[in-house]
């Protein structure tokens, strides 16, 4: 088992055991994500670019990612595929010879 399907397992069992899955539609899922993700913003507002306390960040990043894991178990989705896959996307999308050492949108190379 994948180190990525062993933390969902365990998401799972978490969830399960305090009969949480009534609220994990899609819809709330998907808001605890941006929600989740607008916390690990704070942690950057009004620093250096690389300045956020480091338990915190681990603390927020980790909430996000495991909403994300839930959503994706949710809908059967194998996360590492679908990683996989839109890499491969944006390598059609940003070809090295265009996009190496910028920051420009795939629309505007």
Known sequence: MSDIKEVTAALLQFRDERDWKQFH???DL??????????LL?????????DAD?????????????????LAEKHGLDVADIIRNKIQKNNTKY???????????YTEL
């Open 30 to 39: 998907a808001l605890a994500i941006s929600i989740e993700a607008n916390e």
């Open 54 to 70: 480091k338990a915190k960040l681990e603390e927020e990043l980790a909430d996000v990612l495991s909403f994300c894991l839930l």
């Open 42 to 50: 704070e942690l950057f507002l009004w620093k250096g670019n690389e």
């Open 95 to 105: 070809p090295v010879s265009k996009s190496k050492g910028n920051a420009t949108k």
């Open 25 to 27: 539609n899609s819809k």
